[in-house]
């Protein structure tokens, strides 16, 4: 895969074209089910978070980009989401607590709780008027 690139609407109803576009990606790669899993679960719980909340009173747009560097004998799949919605790091979220019964529990933070589990890189940065979340995961 070589660096890729797109942009879709950051609303909900454009989650099919990012996950053809997540699997057209992956396809080059034949990886298993589980791991395409992994980053069809992760991608579309962040396109859902950007497309609920990070652009309230205008419309915007989600740059999807993807990439794969090799290190030593491991190869490792980006994808990089980059919008520029309302500032938000979702690493600073505090991860849930489970010994805590479910109706006492604070709300939010287990989607990027799930995709922290799934992913080998999880990284935010917010520049340049966007924020940045990458994913990544060894293949």
């Known amino acids: 895969m070589?660096?890729?690139?797109?942009?879709?609407?950051?609303?909900?109803?454009y989650i099919d074209e990012l996950s053809q576009m997540i699997e057209r990606a992956l396809e080059?790669?034949?990886?298993?089910?589980?791991?395409?899993?992994h980053f069809m679960i992760s991608a579309e719980e962040i396109f859902t978070n950007i497309a609920s909340y990070g652009y309230k009173e205008t419309d915007g747009q989600v740059?999807?980009?993807?990439?794969?560097?090799k290190i030593g004998d491991e190869r490792i799949i980006y994808i990089q989401f980059i919008d520029q919605?309302?500032?938000?790091?979702?690493l600073e979220h505090p991860k849930p607590d489970f010994q805590v019964p479910f109706?006492?529990?604070?709300?939010?933070g287990l989607g990027i709780h799930m995709v922290r589990e799934l992913m080998d890189v999880v990284q935010y940065c917010y520049k340049d008027n966007s924020n940045i979340l990458t994913i990544g995961k060894k293949i």
């Open 85 to 90: 919605g309302i500032p938000y790091n979702p």
């Open 103 to 108: 109706e006492n529990r604070r709300v939010g």
């Open 63 to 69: 740059e999807i980009r993807y990439h794969v560097e």
């Open 2 to 13: 070589t660096k890729k690139e797109t942009k879709i609407p950051a609303k909900i109803e």
């Open 28 to 37: 080059p790669y034949h990886l298993s089910e589980k791991l395409s899993n």
